[in-house]
């Protein structure tokens, strides 16, 4: 490592942008992240260097330590390498790290993420891990490139674990959150090949003006991460409205082809009152067709009305399980049906699509409580559903539930496509409920819209289909796979070569559901 004083400290950030399923398939472009996106700004505004190894795809040990090389060679080698840390994608940064001190010994490896907030010292005592970063991590590695460029001693630096030379750990203090996100400056975009982005071929942005969730859900990180932090009673904090729209405002700016806007913040209507002051000055001042994850139980008519004259043409929300005991037992979330249904009537009523998120294979869930789940959304006629199997983050409060009852198998479970080991709920059963999700949701749909005992005969000889004890549920998850993999190439196909044809016929889709609730 070459000589810092009197220099800025040249970073490398390394973003594992893959999933468990896909990580052997090669895609172009990739996806933005806002965490790296705004360490990248704090450093460059502290005069420090940042680039990114965005990594797309699973990759081989030759294919690694050739890009790797390149990208150190033309930077001549950096001060600190910081990687993204996922859980799932773990133990692929266990293998990354250990190809980057196989050919650079002397450098500097700083983890950080969520994995790193929920477990720090597991990450810690990877071999080759020097530093590990808790929580926010803009200004703990702008001090540590300060010190670095300066000759400082940086192993004191709140939020920073170290492993120092004799093996031991040294855990510094958590620092403080700040509750002003505007001393944040706006995020480097350009760290990204922006106009390559999956999001991008499809003039979508994606923008992310708050941080935290003060809510409790038991399958969430947020609850661990807020308990860090000794003022944590600030956890959850948005830009303010104003910061907000200049934000947007730089992006368009940057890159006038973006159409849409997607918010990917926790919950975006999380305070009413600035979420009503927001939208008002978005109509009026952006007026972008968007889309962002709402929450139930804080929603009025009247926001509903607001949201559809701001531009949201569609939203996101998290109904995780149709059963009210998994809901309010296991997950914590305290919404009734009745809520559900009647938040959802206002989106008809108003013209707004629809997307629901949902969880299938939670601990003690069983096939029919999953088809508890189907009906919900097809009761409040969801426009697109999206399945996920449970995944047990560890830290979280299900993890503990799911390892209690002996529910998590020995050994790596990350590559699992069913996580949980569940008697009750065998992983056939788990992946037919998610292959077939929105077939079935459609199904009911028919047979809610149907008139008396119709409706009733055709529901009851669905819910054999989902239950009966003669479905061939491992033969019709081997055919939904294969069918999978020709839509997804499809889709690929569409959104990478003709992204202009996905987005005519995505527009068209979405007109036709809004001229039917009209």
């Given at each position: 490592m070459a000589d810092l004083h009197e220099r800025s400290a040249r970073v490398l950030l390394i973003y594992p942008d893959y999933t468990d399923r896909d990580c052997t398939r090669k895609s172009s472009g990739g996806n933005y992240m806002e965490g790296l996106a705004s360490i990248s700004a704090v450093l460059k505004q502290g005069g420090h260097n940042v680039k990114l190894m965005h990594l797309l795809y699973l990759h081989t040990e030759e294919d690694?330590?050739?890009?790797?090389?390149?990208?150190?060679?033309?930077?001549?080698?950096?001060?600190?390498?910081?990687?993204?840390?996922?859980?799932?994608?773990?133990p692929d940064v266990r293998t990354y790290i250990k190809w980057i001190k196989q050919e650079y010994p002397d450098s500097f490896i700083l983890c950080g993420g969520y994995h790193c907030t929920l477990v720090p010292d597991e990450v810690l005592a990877a071999e080759g891990v020097d530093c590990v970063c808790v929580g926010d991590g803009e200004y703990p590695e702008l001090e540590l490139c300060n010190r670095m460029a300066a000759g400082k001693d940086y192993t004191d630096i709140e939020s920073l674990y170290f492993k120092m030379s004799d093996g031991s750990f040294k855990h510094n203090p958590i620092a403080p959150l700040f509750s002003d996100l505007d001393r944040l400056p706006i995020p480097d975009f350009d760290l990204f090949d922006y106009d390559n982005l999956e999001s991008s071929?499809?003039?979508?942005?994606?923008?992310?003006?708050?941080?935290?969730?003060?809510?409790?859900?038991?399958?969430?990180?947020?609850?661990?991460?807020?308990?860090?932090?000794?003022?944590?009673?600030?956890?959850?904090?948005?830009?303010?409205?104003?910061?907000?729209?200049?934000?947007?405002?730089?992006?368009?700016?940057?890159?006038?082809?973006?159409?849409?806007?997607?918010?990917?913040?926790?919950?975006?209507?999380?305070?009413?009152?600035?979420?009503?002051?927001?939208?008002?000055?978005?109509?009026?001042?952006?007026?972008?067709?968007?889309?962002?994850?709402?929450?139930?139980?804080?929603?009025?008519?009247?926001?509903?009305?607001?949201?559809?004259?701001?531009?949201?043409?569609?939203?996101?929300?998290?109904?995780?399980?149709?059963?009210?005991?998994?809901?309010?037992?296991y997950l914590r979330r305290y919404q009734t049906d009745e809520m559900i249904i009647r938040c959802s009537n206002w989106f008809h009523k108003y013209g707004i699509a629809q997307l629901t998120y949902n969880i299938i294979g939670l601990p003690y869930e069983d096939i029919r409580r999953a088809l508890k789940t189907i009906k919900l959304n097809a009761r409040i006629r969801s426009d697109r559903v999206?399945?996920?199997?449970?995944?047990?983050?560890?830290?979280?409060?299900?993890?503990?539930?799911?390892?209690?009852?002996?529910?998590?198998?020995?050994?790596?479970?990350?590559?699992?496509?069913?996580?949980?080991?569940?008697?009750?709920?065998?992983?056939?059963?788990?992946?037919?409920?998610?292959?077939?999700?929105?077939?079935?949701?459609?199904?009911?749909?028919?047979?809610?819209?149907?008139?008396?005992?119709?409706?009733?005969?055709?529901?009851?000889?669905?819910?054999?289909?989902?239950?009966?004890?003669?479905?061939?549920?491992?033969?019709?998850?081997?055919?939904?796979?294969?069918?999978?993999?020709?839509?997804?190439?499809?889709?690929?196909?569409?959104?990478?070569?003709?992204?202009?044809?996905?987005?005519?016929?995505?527009?068209?889709?979405?007109?036709?559901?809004?001229?039917?609730?009209?």
């Open positions: 690694f330590k050739q890009k790797f090389k390149k990208c150190w060679e033309a930077n001549d080698g950096f001060d600190v390498i910081g990687i993204s840390v996922r859980t799932t994608a773990f071929k499809v003039n979508t942005a994606i923008a992310v003006v708050s941080r935290g969730c003060f809510y409790n859900c038991t399958y969430c990180g947020n609850g661990n991460f807020r308990k860090v932090y000794p003022n944590r009673k600030i956890y959850a904090r948005f830009r303010s409205p104003e910061n907000a729209i200049l934000y947007l405002k730089t992006l368009i700016a940057k890159h006038p082809y973006i159409k849409f806007i997607n918010f990917r913040d926790a919950i975006f209507n999380m305070f009413p009152d600035w979420f009503d002051r927001f939208i008002e000055m978005y109509k009026n001042e952006i007026g972008l067709p968007c889309t962002g994850n709402i929450r139930f139980d804080i929603l009025t008519e009247d926001t509903v009305r607001k949201m559809k004259e701001a531009g949201f043409y569609t939203i996101d929300m998290g109904l995780e399980s149709g059963d009210p005991e998994m809901r309010f037992k999206i399945p996920n199997i449970f995944y047990p983050y560890e830290g979280t409060p299900l993890f503990e539930i799911s390892k209690a009852a002996g529910f998590i198998p020995a050994g790596d479970f990350t590559k699992r496509r069913v996580p949980l080991v569940q008697p009750q709920f065998p992983e056939e059963q788990v992946l037919f409920i998610e292959g077939y999700f929105m077939h079935f949701v459609r199904r009911y749909k028919w047979a809610y819209k149907m008139s008396g005992r119709i409706g009733k005969v055709y529901e009851k000889w669905l819910d054999c289909r989902v239950t009966g004890k003669r479905v061939p549920y491992k033969f019709l998850v081997r055919w939904h796979d294969r069918y999978a993999a020709v839509r997804n190439m499809f889709r690929d196909c569409l959104v990478n070569h003709m992204p202009k044809l996905y987005l005519k016929l995505r527009m068209i889709k979405h007109h036709k559901r809004a001229d039917k609730k009209a």
